[in-house]
């Protein structure tokens, strides 16, 4: 019985004690919280714990989709889409699969339906792919997956929404632009026909064609790199002087020259969007404002065979015209080239080409619309050895001498003699085929000379 005393009395007398204290101490602290914190703070602190403890959270939904209420393309909804992808993990059990022809991996994605959950800066975050249905012209709802691009939603603690609206949604456009500038997969933007509305639709642009493989004069083709690399370092010169951040160039020459050749090479030199336009397929000013309003920034506007529309010959025919039979007038593509409309954006690049110079209207050749011209001329005898070396890998051949005195003596476009070079796999007999392409056609040019 001793041995039970000794050894439990003393503990539970330990206990009692330390309980004593802390009471004690507990007391005097709140008297003393009474008496030095103020009664009004007092009531501020104990209504902040009540509504911590007592808080239900409301939540906030943002839509997003893939048009901004008609005005064009939606970047967020192209930005929400590449990062949603990144944001997938093994507990996302809806999503859909898929493989490019021109990409190497399987792409996966959140299924019409499907949901991802994602944190920024410890904020909980649920994104849902609302799968919506679309109407058919008879009015019926079709439940086709694909039939209309799903809108994304992001739900979250209302409480958050200025660090949702200003930092999370700038942290998803900065990871998307560098996905962008990882992958470097440029778009080439063109219409089908005249029935969608000013619409764009867009495939991935991979031309191959770049600086280095351009069948052009060496000296020709640094004054384009040197006048592109200019005009990209000039943003700040451009805002000073008061003029829009564009630069047009016309690149003239008949079929054959190349001209497709080099605005893919600037493309690929800039990493910038095509937007292909066919001025035949424009209905109005109205339509034609609208598509040009829908480019991006850091793209490039090509504007083919722009000859071969009678509206941008000579602007005294489009004044008499009745306007219900024109489809738009000069002035109007004068005016989003250059005027009001040409600064609704900036590092745009417009290319014109033709085939015939001399027609078109002196407005549209002037510096400030299209301000550097280019001759895509017939090929001369440097712009053929970038295609011997391009096509058959050689420096300097035997046949080179009597080829470069035809090519000087004829007019061939580039196209025709990389045709011939692609006839053998040898040097020798792809040469001898060129050098006999070259024999018929002097032949040919001088028999019509004695025709005439």
């Known amino acids: 019985m001793e041995d039970y005393y000794s050894k439990h009395i003393p503990s539970n007398v330990s206990l ?5 204290s802390i009471s004690t101490s507990w007391v005097l602290l709140k008297t003393a919280y009474s008496q030095i914190i103020p009664r009004r703070l007092q009531d501020y602190v104990i209504s902040k714990l009540k509504n911590y ?12 989709y893939e048009t901004w209420d008609g005005q064009g393309r939606n ?12 944001i997938i993990g093994p507990k996302n059990q809806k999503l859909k699969v898929g493989k490019l022809e021109q990409k190497k991996n399987v792409s996966i994605a959140i299924a019409g339906g499907g949901e991802v959950e994602d944190t920024f800066r410890g904020i909980h975050i649920t994104w849902y792919c609302v799968k919506e249905k679309d109407k058919n012209s008879n009015g019926d709802s ?14 979250f603690d209302s409480q958050y929404m200025e660090i949702i609206k200003k930092d999370y949604l700038d942290h998803i456009l900065k990871n998307y632009n560098a996905l962008k500038a990882k992958e470097k997969v440029l778009k080439l933007y063109t219409r089908f026909s005249n029935y969608q509305g000013g619409s764009w639709n867009a495939v991935e642009f991979h031309h191959p064609s770049t600086f280095d493989t351009l069948a052009m004069d060496p000296e020709q083709k640094k004054r384009i790199i040197d006048d592109l690399d200019r005009f990209m370092g000039k943003k700040e010169f451009y805002k000073g002087v008061g003029k829009a951040w564009k630069r047009g160039y016309l690149l003239y020459g008949p079929p054959g020259t190349g001209k497709s050749s080099l605005i893919a090479a600037m493309a690929n030199y800039l990493n910038f969007n095509v937007f292909e336009l066919e001025l035949s397929s424009v209905c109005s ?6 598509l040009l309003l829908h ?4 793209s490039i506007l090509i504007i083919e065979d722009i000859d071969c529309n009678s509206e941008v010959h000579d602007r005294s025919n489009n004044e008499s015209e009745n306007k219900f039979t024109r489809t738009f007038t000069l002035s109007t593509l004068l005016n989003c080239v250059d005027g009001l409309w040409s600064s609704c954006g900036e590092a745009r690049i417009i290319v014109f080409t033709t085939n015939h110079k001399d027609i078109i209207d002196p407005a549209l050749l002037r510096p ?8 895509m001329s017939y090929c001369t005898t440097k712009a053929f050895r970038v295609l011997a070396y391009n096509y058959l890998g050689v420096h300097h051949h035997k046949l080179f001498d009597e080829i470069d005195a035809l090519i000087e003596s004829v007019n061939v476009t580039p196209a025709c003699l990389a045709e011939e070079l692609m006839k053998s796999d040898d040097a020798d007999a792809a040469l001898g085929e060129v050098l006999t392409f070259l024999k018929s056609a002097k032949s040919e040019e001088n028999e019509n000379q004695k025709t005439i």
């Open 16 to 20: 009692l004690s330390a309980y004593s």
């Open 53 to 64: 403890f007592s808080y239900k959270p409301s939540y906030t939904h943002f839509i997003i």
């Open 75 to 86: 970047e967020l909804y192209d930005a929400s889409q590449a990062y949603v992808s990144t």
């Open 142 to 155: 079709s439940g086709r997956e694909g039939a209309k691009k799903s809108p994304y939603w992001i739900v």
């Open 285 to 290: 000013d109205v339509e034609l404002r609208k």
């Open 295 to 298: 480019t991006t920034n850091r």
């Open 368 to 375: 400030g619309r299209m301000d550097m011209h280019i001759n």
